[in-house]
């Protein structure tokens, strides 16, 4: 039997005085009996690993330890399977998503990851910790709400979801038109961008709700008719038809392509 | 039970005089009893499509048809999805691998492919078409024999193997650096440079096999211990340890990472 799948994309930024995405990331991890691993490689910072830890800690997690190392042949150790063997949530830390895609990308201990979380283990990140979740990521990109030839670089990410491309710091960065050129050029996958201090969770690959003090945009490319984006040249501007825009708040979901707000008159 | 999945990635520049690839094509599409379907989406040229299918029936194919359209609104009509269900072989001709993205990703019709594929029909692909097989795909990128920071763009492929990322007119346009760059950033996929007029079938997504007058590159990233991927910027050079090269030529074959030369004693 298959358990179910849950990933927690948060955009990055979060309040660090009600910590409210992270302690619903522990509760979903099974709060005092959670084990949670952070996977702190997307960070130049030493210290990333054990922030998270004592955040964890203080928040009421049973255990959490951090994964420390930051180069590829370290990934794999005995001692690190066994962690995410045992793991009931897993986090990947914010920094540059490029860094976990090399570091962590072909391993044992990616393998371990994967199935860790068809297992049903929690498996969540922040940032560049969100980014690379897609099996397409978004690596790299321009700012502005203009899609533009080349305005976003992908590159191949864990990969824990092929149905979902995920952007951060949405709203802060004016990410819009790389989302909207992400999900034209592949129109299959569901465009997520992620506010600051928000997140979406993500059950069995297909339902979302959100989270956090801003909003989710959900760049729905299912019903494109037509764009032009192959034939564009020299970052000129891209035409796309018929493109769906959802943006969720705290509480909303989106399940079958429907939104279902909060019900506020429930005490 | 799963049926053998078949890939045949061209390079591109196939010699039309003795049409070796094309002649392999056809009979592992089945020879006379073949039903080849062309997808001439990424081609510009009206009469892509056309050729091909006299191509196809002047080498003893028994039946080819192209399917013709160029907008995506247009994809999925029932006499599309049926061609695609009946099909021994499917083709994907040349042109930008983009326009197979975006005319094809999400739509009932890529689904389609999907499902022929894993039932064992024959999916094959020259130059855009052999890119567009990978899941994470090289959509465009600059020339040059060392891997720099952003030679390379990825896009979202058809996604038929994300355990190979195909790169074509491999060694006319000296594309070992972007796809040095390709594997370095994401080291879970073998690097495959296919040189023009040459092609490899992929079976079961891992065995395979060389055909045509030119060479394979495989860029082998498994043991890679460190790269500064992550760290390069201004299109500065990546430093990474630990490569494998394999070069193959017609006739030989890659199985579980060991090269298995023709033997050219037999008669």
Redesign the interface.
């Known amino acids: 039997m298959e358990s179910v799948t849950t990933l927690m994309a948060i955009g990055g930024a979060m309040d660090q005085e009600d910590a409210t995405l992270m302690r619903e990331f522990i509760r979903r991890a099974g709060g005092p009996a959670a084990k949670i691993v952070i996977l702190p490689q997307a960070s130049e910072l030493a210290d990333t690993g054990a922030q998270y830890v004592s955040q964890c800690l203080e928040l009421g997690a049973g255990q959490a330890v951090a994964l420390e190392f930051r180069?590829?042949?370290a990934a794999g150790s005995p001692e690190q399977l066994e962690a995410i063997r045992t793991a009931s949530g897993i986090f990947l830390t914010g920094g540059?998503q490029?860094?976990l895609?090399?570091i962590l990308?072909?391993?044992t201990l990616?393998a371990e990851l994967l199935q860790a979380y068809r297992r049903g283990c929690l498996v969540g990140g922040t940032s560049a910790g969100a980014s690379i979740l897609s099996?397409?990521m978004i690596?790299?990109g321009k700012s502005g709400p203009t899609p533009r030839e080349?305005i976003v670089?992908?590159?191949?990410?864990l990969?824990f979801t092929?149905r979902f491309v995920f952007d951060q710091h949405f709203r802060q960065r004016d990410r819009l038109g790389r989302l909207i050129y992400a999900v034209?050029?592949?129109?299959?996958?569901l465009g997520v961008g992620l506010d600051e201090d928000t997140a979406v969770v993500v059950e069995a690959d297909a339902a979302l709700t959100v989270y956090g003090s801003g909003a989710v945009t959900l760049v729905d490319?299912?019903q494109?008719?037509?764009?032009d984006?192959?034939e564009v040249e020299n970052k000129g501007p891209v035409a796309v038809s018929n493109l769906r825009i959802n943006l969720l708040t705290h509480g909303c979901r989106f399940i079958n392509g429907q939104v279902i707000f909060p019900d506020k008159t429930s005490p």
Chains 1, 2 share one sequence.
């Not at 670089?153 to 990410?157: A, E, N, R, Y």
Request: glycine share 14%.
């Open positions: 180069r590829r042949e540059a490029m860094r895609a090399t990308g072909g391993t990616e099996k397409t690596a790299y080349r670089q992908f590159s191949p990410g990969g092929d034209a050029a592949y129109p299959a996958v490319g299912s494109i008719r037509h764009t984006i192959a």
